[in-house]
């Protein structure tokens, strides 16, 4: 797990290598991976609301304050907070 997180968060990783990571749901179990692919600045606007679905609502309270997060990251998070997304 610690070596797909270092991986999924690399900015420079191939949209193929990230969508193969997001579409694995044993790897978006895992808190690290997830929050290594949100901060990911290349990953496809379609894969975020499915990595924010696997977030607690804790967790996804905390996401729009989150400066570490794209700002689509964010606005996608507000939706999902308000339940328009």
């Not at 797990?1 to 991986?7: D, K, N, T, Y």
């Amino acid at each position: 797990a610690p070596e797909v997180a270092r991986i999924a968060k690399m900015g420079t990783l191939p949209r193929p290598l990230l969508e193969v990571i997001v579409s694995n749901g044993a790897w978006l179990g895992i808190p690290e991976v997830r929050r290594a692919l949100l901060a990911n600045p290349r990953l496809a606007a379609d894969h975020i609301p499915r990595i924010l679905r696997h977030l607690g609502k804790a967790e996804l309270k905390l996401v729009p304050n989150q400066t570490a997060y794209p700002l689509a990251v964010r606005d996608a998070a507000k939706r999902l907070l308000r339940g328009g997304a």
